[in-house]
Every structure is written in structure tokens, then in C-alpha cells.
């Protein structure tokens, strides 16, 4: 049967917002309002730096402020892997931090499971399964590099193990596998919108003022402190956290450091007991394939599979744009693959189709910064990796606006910016050579031709 086939009744929503216990919004700001911390931004970034400095000081005045809903952008939207890494992955770390790697690793894993500390503290109902994940391979080269990655692993003390065909077969069952790294421990699967939601929750429960449908507009010094303006109002603040991530900036100078790039997912409908039996799947690891273009899937808990990745898509001029959440060209790629992995599933349907955008940087990892002489700190550049290290995040910009030199920032990973992206059109000739090029390494054993060489020896280099 022809896989678009599975598309027929498909709905163009986020599974994860289709949800009837999705809250309702909390009102818009009106007239002037005054704080200690204000933090813009509704998604986890803002979330869990709201909650983080309630924790560390409970007298502190906090509101936070979101454009639309609390978690209706990447935080509801993404496939739902909560990692440990801080860095997009140990090689991309080593490459970039080799010698405070380890020091990285220990701070991720800490973050990990502060987030499931606070999922059991918080009472939060986002169905936390600490899987781990595969990392699969599917072309004979990759196998080579799994194992690299396993002995790399094995040096930082990471709880992981190489599986050969027959192994990772018996973990979840595709043709397509010829090995896969298992990172036991370092990620879980979550609901990602029940998160944001909870974290929502214990915001207010601790008592921070949280205000939807108020975008800031701009944002200026005042006094000793900052004012931001949105549509109905002012809020005049000692100090701003700013966790827009993929939106424009509102300290510009930030704005070159991201792109978004328009990532796309699917979900089926609930599998039946004889649909999972022929593809066991009995650890309910998190999977993603190993090549550049990659694929990531997963299982929700009523046995859905969530099928999203391969085709990252940047629109020329960087703008984020409700139309381009759609993209049917995407979708029928999309459901191709899928039954070339699963092809004993051959009959089953898609329920939902969406997108989004991803802030990416040139690192691929977050990055930081502050502005107004302390008074704004800032996070973003996580590249499709936010869900677990936007907490890491939000803990660093706390500590640039409190004045303090702690672990984390005392980290070149946290004082050091990436190269920021060339203007258009550049940067969009840019994007789509390297692309192209990442396709091609994919359909030559991984051979990196001169374009994707040159981009490594500047420290640009990429590999999803």
C-alpha cells in the first residue's frame, strides 16, 4: 500500500496540545505592574527559571509573561526526549569542550534528575519513563561509529553498551538495524506539554504571577532596573530573564546567533497488543537513527508511536511563521520511511501531523549571555535539545543575574558565544549547501566532501 495512505484522516495539530486537560490561559497584563524578576518567555526556558528562583529565594517577586500560552511553541511541540547532555551529544562536546567535558557530563546528568526530582516533587502528571534511548544503526558504516561512540561513553563513565544486529533486534524489531549504541540512564521520555503544564502549575503554587497573551514589544533600562512594554501595559522589573529562544531577541545584538529551522513529526494511532508484539519495543527506549539526517521516535503511553526528524527545513530570512508549522511534502517523506523501519505495521494510520521551529546556533548546544550591565541574562541556541538542558539554562542565567561566579559559569561553555550566522542571503546559500551536502554523506558511507571538511576546521561542522 502506498504509505501516503496512512495520511488520509491525519489532523494538523500537535498530538501533545490536543489534550483535554490542557489548562486554560491565565489573563493578559493590563496597566503597570512592578517585580524583582521578570522572566519572559512561557516555554520550559522561562518555566523552570521562574520556578529555580522561587526555590532559591521564596520572598522574590517573579512574574512571568508569555506571548501566547504557557508551552504552546517548541515546549508542546517536540518529540518528548529529555537528555542529559548539555552538549548535543558526547562527540559534539569533545569537539568543542574536551577539557571540561567530564565536569559537563556530571552537570548534565545532575540536571537529568533534578528535572525527575522535581516531576515527583511538584506532583507533576507528564507520564516520566527513564528508558534511556537508541542510538541505531542503519547503514554498515555507522556500526563502526557506535562503537566509538560506546568506548567514548565507557571513558566519561556513562551507563551504555553497543548492541550488534541480533541484540538491538530483540529491543525493538526493524529490518533496518545493523547495530545501536544503548544510552541506558541519560535520557527519559516525557509527555512534553503535560510538563510544561505541571511546571505551569508549581509556578503558581509558589506564587509567581504569570501572565498569557502578552508579548513584550520592547524592552528598555529604567531607572536602575528594566521596563518591557507589551500590548496593555509595562512591567518594570530589577531584573530580566529572557528565555524566547527561537523568537527575534529583544536584546538584538543577540539575534545572528539563531536561525529557526522547521522540524516536522507524526503520530499513529494507539498500537494494537499483535502490532507491538511483531515489533517488541518491550524497554520503551527512546530511538534515533544515526545519520545525518536523522529520524527519532518514540512511544507515548497509550502505545502511540511518534515519528518525527529527517527533514530540517530553513525558510530564506529566518522568520517564524504560523504557515510554515504544515508541510504535506514533509509528511509523505515522512510515512515512506516510517514503513521502510516498521514495515509489519503496514496498515496502521497517522492521527496527527505537525511542525515547529528549533533555535539553532552554530554549536548546536545552548549558549548565554547578559546585557543592560547584569541586569538581563539570557539563554538559547539549544538545537533541538531543550527539553532537559533548558533547566540547566535557566540555573545559569540566574546565577549571571545574581553577580555570582559558580561552576556554571564559570564554564567556557558558558563565557564563550558561537560564531554567529552570515546576513542573508549568505545564510540562507549557506544552510542550503550544507544540507545538501549532509544528504550526500548520508548516500556515501559518511564521507564528508570539502564543504562539510572546511566547515569542521572552523568549528561549524555538523552532523544533524
Not at 512591567?235 to 545572528?256: D, E
Request: net charge negative; proline share 5%.
Amino acid at each position: 500500500m502506498d504509505p501516503v495512505h496512512a495520511l488520509r484522516d491525519v489532523e494538523p495539530t500537535p498530538f501533545w496540545l490536543d489534550d483535554p486537560g490542557r489548562p486554560e490561559a491565565h489573563s493578559a497584563l493590563i496597566g503597570e505592574v512592578r517585580c524583582d524578576l521578570l522572566v519572559v518567555g512561557g516555554g520550559y526556558s522561562g518555566l523552570w527559571t521562574a520556578l529555580i528562583a522561587k526555590e532559591r529565594d521564596p520572598a522574590l517577586d517573579v512574574v512571568l509573561v508569555e506571548g501566547r500560552e504557557i508551552g504552546w511553541a517548541a515546549s508542546g511541540r517536540n518529540g518528548g526526549f529529555c537528555a542529559a547532555s548539555l552538549t548535543h551529544g558526547l562527540g559534539n562536546g569533545l569537539d568543542r569542550w574536551p577539557d571540561e567535558l567530564g565536569r559537563l557530563e556530571r552537570l548534565g546528568a545532575q540536571n537529568l534528575q533534578a528535572i525527575e526530582d522535581a516531576v515527583a516533587k511538584y506532583g507533576i502528571d507528564c507520564d516520566w519513563e527513564r528508558t534511556g534511548e537508541l542510538d541505531v544503526a542503519t547503514e554498515p558504516h555507522q556500526v563502526e561509529e557506535l562503537r566509538e561512540l560506546a568506548e567514548l561513553a565507557a571513558r566519561f563513565g556513562e551507563g551504555g553498551e553497543f548492541l550488534d544486529a541480533d541484540r538491538v533486534r530483540a529491543e525493538v524489531n526493524s529490518p533496518t538495524y545493523l547495530g545501536a549504541f544503548w544510552d541506558k540512564d541519560g535520557v527519559a521520555m516525557v509527555n512534553p506539554a503535560r510538563l510544561a503544564w505541571g511546571l505551569k502549575r508549581a509556578c503558581l503554587d509558589q506564587g509567581v504571577r504569570i501572565f498569557e497573551r502578552t508579548p513584550v514589544t520592547a524592552l528598555a533600562e529604567a531607572g536602575a532596573g528594566m521596563a518591557a512594554r507589551t500590548p496593555y501595559g509595562r512591567v518594570t522589573a530589577r531584573k530580566v530573564a529572557l528565555g524566547t529562544n527561537v523568537f527575534p531577541s529583544l536584546v538584538k545584538r543577540i539575534r545572528p546567533y539563531t536561525v529557526p529551522v522547521y522540524d516536522y513529526a507524526l503520530m499513529t494511532e494507539p498500537l494494537s497488543a499483535e502490532q507491538l508484539d511483531a515489533i517488541g519495543w518491550k524497554g520503551r527506549q527512546g530511538i534515533g537513527d544515526s545519520a545525518n539526517q536523522f529520524h527519532y521516535y518514540r512511544l507515548s503511553a497509550d502505545n502511540r508511536i511518534l515519528w518525527g526528524g529527517y527533514d530540517a527545513i530553513y525558510h530564506y530570512g529566518g522568520r517564524v511563521r504560523a504557515e510554515y508549522d504544515q508541510r504535506p511534502a514533509t509528511y509523505r517523506t515522512l510515512a515512506r520511511h516510517f514503513f521502510t523501519t516498521f514495515p509489519q505495521l503496514e496498515g496502521l494510520r497517522f492521527t496527527h501531523a505537525w511542525g515547529g521551529a528549533i533555535d539553532t546556533c552554530t554549536r548546536f548546544s545552548a549558549f548565554f549571555d547578559s546585557a543592560y550591565d547584569g541586569r538581563v541574562a539570557l539563554a538559547a541556541g539549544y538545537t533541538g535539545l531543550g527539553v532537559g538542558a533548558t533547566r540547566f539554562g535557566a540555573e545559569v542565567m540566574l546565577d549571571l543575574l545574581a553577580g555570582e561566579r559558580t561552576e556554571r559559569t564559570a564554564l567556557e561553555m558558558v563565557r564563550r558565544k558561537p560564531l554567529p550566522f552570515p546576513p542573508e542571503p549568505v545564510r540562507w546559500a549557506g544552510i542550503s549547501i550544507t544540507k545538501w551536502s549532509l544528504d550526500r554523506a548520508d548516500r556515501n558511507a559518511g564521507r564528508r566532501n570539502l564543504w562539510l571538511r572546511t566547515l569542521d576546521r572552523c568549528g561549524l561542522g555538523f552532523d544533524s
